[in-house]
Nanobody
């Protein structure tokens, strides 16, 4: 089992920045791909960013490329999402997730409870 707890959400104006953090406990953290997904009201959960294990392999949704950066620290069992130049359409509940492989569909094995990000215009 892997337990994931997100933090860092909040309310920010368009153009601002937020940094989300996810702390993990349980099984060997370094052997999992880690990612961030988001879900806006009335919409499906969508992939935002992911970081493979044992490598620098990262992936981003087209909508956040150049604005968001994912980073992981296996020594601290954390994965962060730095979000810059935020837009109102980034408003959603953001979920941290862990999975054996880095995939873009939300079929990941482990999930946090989510943290709300609201971007005002």
């Amino acid at each position: 089992q892997v337990q994931l707890v997100e933090s860092g959400g909040g309310l920010v104006q368009a153009g601002g920045s937020l940094r989300l953090s996810c702390a993990a406990s349980g099984r060997t953290f370094g052997m999992f791909a880690l990612g961030w997904f988001r879900q806006a009201p009335g919409k499906e959960r969508e992939f935002v960013a992911g970081h493979g294990w044992g490598s620098e392999n990262t992936a981003y949704a087209d909508s956040v490329k150049g604005r968001f950066t994912i980073s992981r620290d296996d020594a601290k069992n954390t994965v962060d999402l730095q979000m810059n130049s935020l837009k109102p359409e980034d408003t959603a509940v953001y979920y941290c997730a862990a999975n054996r492989n880095l995939i873009l569909k939300p079929n990941w094995d482990y999930w946090g409870r989510g943290t709300q990000v609201t971007v005002s215009s």
